[in-house]
C-alpha cells in the first residue's frame, strides 16, 4: 500500500523574496519521501510567516485536509517549521489519535504516537517558544535603546525617506509635506490618497493609497522629526524624544494635523454635501442651521436649510457670487494683511520647552532607580510634566494652522489659482474670509439677487 505524504514548508522571513529558504527545505524533505518510498501527493507552503503569529492559512488548510483523510504523513524539515508552540503541537498529538497521521522530519523523526516521542516533542516546543520569548525581549530592549538614543526605527522603508531613514526622498518628502498642508487647508483624506496614487507613489506592500494609510502617515510623529513608539500594543504614539533626523515638516505643522484628525468629527467617507463648497458651510437665514446640497428642481442643483423648509435656493448663482467676493478680496492690494497673526505664539521658544519636558519625564525613571525619588513623587511629577507638555504641543497645534489664504494672496492670477481649488480647500478659504448666511428671495423670484445673501467679513 503506498503511504502518501505531503510536504509542509515554513519561513518566517524571506527577506529577499527568493523562497531558497523553502526550496532548501523543499530538497531535504524530498529526498527523506524518496529513501522511505513515500508518495508526496501535495506541499502546503507558508512563506515569510511565523509560527507564533496565530495565522498560517496553509497549516490550516493541511490540518483539515489530514481530518478528511488525504495523506498519511506529514513531512518537514523540523519540527520547529511545523509548531514552535506546545498548544500548535498538541493539536498535531490530537491529530494523530484520531486519523493515525504521523509526522516526520528531515532533522530525525518524532513519533507522536509514543509517550517518549511526545515527551520529546513537548520539550522541543517548550525550547523553541522560550527562545522565541528570549529574542523577542532582545528585540524589545533594543528598540527601546534605539529609540532613547534618537535612531531611526528599523524595518521597511518609511514614505518619505530613503533606505537609511534619514535622508528625504527627492519625490516623496515634497508630496508628504505637501499633503500636511492640503489637510490643513480642508482636504479630506481620500483626497490625499487619490493624489499619491496619481502621482506613483505607493505603500511600503507596493499597494495603493488608502485613507486609513494616509491618516497614519500625517500622524506619525516621525514625520516631525520626533522619536516615537507604540508599547504595549497600543495605537496612540508616545514621543520619546527628538530624532536623528530632520523632520519634513515642523512638529507645529505636526500638531495641527494630528489634533485636526483626532476630531471624532473627522470624516473620511464619501459625503455628498461636500461636493459643493458652499454646502455645510452657507447658513441658513431663518434658523442659522447649515444649508446642504440637495436634490435637484427643474434640474437646477439646490441649497437647502438642512433642519426644515426655510428656504431652498438654486445653488450656482450664489457659488458664483461667494467665489467672485473671494477673488475681489485677495487680489486687493492689501491682502497680505490677511495673513499677518501678531498672536501667534514664538515656534522655536514652544519646540525648545517641549524637547525640555521629554527630557525631564525621561529623567524621572533614573531618579526612581536610584532612590533620589520615591514611586509615589514619580506618579505626582509625570503626571504634572504631562499635562504642561499637553499644553506646549496644543500651542504648538494652534501655531501650526494651515495659512489657507497664502497660496491665493501670493499667486499671479488669483482667479485662476480659486478656479482649480478642489471645493474643500475652496471651503476652507471662504471659512477664513466670511460667513454667508442665505435668506429667501421671496415668491416669484427668479432672477439672482445679491441681496438675498448676507456676506460679513471675518
Known amino acids: 500500500m503506498t503511504t502518501r505524504a505531503v510536504i509542509y514548508l515554513r519561513q518566517s522571513l524571506d527577506r529577499d523574496g527568493t523562497g531558497q529558504?523553502?526550496?532548501?527545505?523543499?530538497?531535504?524533505c524530498r529526498k527523506l519521501a524518496e529513501a522511505r518510498g513515500w508518495t508526496v501527493v501535495t506541499e502546503y507552503v507558508d512563506n515569510s510567516v511565523s509560527a507564533t503569529t496565530g495565522v498560517r492559512p496553509q497549516w490550516t488548510r493541511m490540518l483539515a485536509d489530514a481530518e478528511a483523510g488525504h495523506f498519511d504523513v506529514i513531512l518537514a524539515w523540523a519540527l520547529d517549521r511545523l509548531t514552535r508552540s506546545t498548544r500548535d503541537l498538541e493539536r498535531l498529538?490530537?491529530?494523530?489519535e484520531r486519523t493515525g497521521v504521523r509526522c516526520a522530519t528531515a532533522s530525525g523523526d518524532i513519533d507522536l504516537s509514543t509517550d517518549a516521542g511526545r515527551l520529546v516533542g513537548r520539550i522541543l516546543a517548550a525550547v523553541a517558544r522560550a527562545e522565541i520569548e528570549r529574542r523577542t525581549e532582545r528585540q524589545r530592549l533594543a528598540n527601546a535603546q534605539r529609540a532613547a538614543q534618537g535612531r531611526p526605527p528599523t524595518g521597511p522603508r518609511a514614505l518619505g525617506w530613503l533606505v537609511d531613514g534619514v535622508t528625504p526622498h527627492p519625490d516623496e518628502a515634497p508630496a508628504v509635506a505637501a499633503a500636511f498642508d492640503a489637510v490643513l487647508a480642508g482636504a479630506s483624506l481620500r483626497t490625499v490618497a487619490r493624489d499619491w496614487n496619481?502621482?506613483?507613489?505607493?505603500?511600503?506592500?507596493?499597494?495603493?493609497?488608502r485613507p486609513d494609510g494616509v491618516r497614519y502617515v500625517l500622524t506619525n510623529p516621525r514625520y516631525a522629526g520626533l522619536r516615537a513608539t507604540r508599547s504595549g500594543g497600543g495605537r496612540a504614539w508616545q514621543v520619546v524624544g527628538p530624532?536623528?533626523?530632520t523632520g519634513i515638516v515642523?512638529?507645529?505643522t505636526f500638531r495641527a494635523v494630528a489634533e485636526l484628525l483626532g476630531s471624532a468629527s473627522r470624516r473620511t467617507s464619501p459625503d455628498t454635501r461636500r461636493r459643493y463648497f458652499l454646502s455645510g458651510l452657507a447658513r441658513c437665514g431663518v434658523c442659522g442651521a447649515p444649508c446642504n446640497t440637495g436634490g435637484t428642481q427643474h434640474g437646477v442643483r439646490t441649497l437647502k436649510c438642512s433642519v426644515s423648509r426655510h428656504l431652498s435656493r438654486s445653488a450656482e448663482p450664489i457659488e458664483s457670487w461667494v467665489g467672485?467676493?473671494?477673488?475681489?478680496?485677495?487680489?486687493r492690494p492689501d491682502a497680505a494683511e490677511l495673513l499677518v497673526d501678531t498672536d501667534l505664539p514664538d515656534v522655536t521658544a514652544l519646540r525648545s520647552e517641549a524637547a525640555a519636558k521629554r527630557a525631564r519625564l525621561g529623567q524621572l525613571?533614573?531618579?526612581l532607580a536610584d532612590g533620589t525619588l520615591t514611586p509615589e513623587a514619580v506618579r505626582t511629577a509625570s503626571a504634572r510634566l504631562r499635562a504642561e507638555l499637553a499644553d506646549v504641543e496644543a500651542r504648538m497645534a494652534d501655531s501650526g494652522r494651515a495659512d489657507v489664504l497664502g497660496p491665493l494672496v501670493h499667486a499671479g492670477d488669483v482667479r485662476a489659482v480659486w478656479a482649480v481649488l478642489d471645493p474643500d480647500r475652496q471651503r476652507a478659504v471662504v471659512d477664513a474670509l466670511m460667513t454667508v448666511t442665505l435668506h429667501s428671495p421671496g415668491r416669484g423670484r427668479r432672477n439672482f439677487?445679491?441681496?438675498t445673501v448676507e456676506v460679513t467679513p471675518r
Open 21 to 28: 529558504a523553502v526550496e532548501r527545505q523543499r530538497e531535504a
Open 93 to 96: 498529538v490530537d491529530l494523530g
Open 198 to 209: 496619481a502621482a506613483g507613489l505607493t505603500t511600503t506592500h507596493g499597494g495603493p493609497w
Open 243 to 245: 530624532g536623528s533626523w
Open 250 to 252: 515642523g512638529e507645529e
Open 324 to 331: 467672485e467676493l473671494v477673488v475681489a478680496r485677495l487680489s
Open 365 to 367: 525613571a533614573d531618579l
Open 449 to 451: 439677487d445679491p441681496d
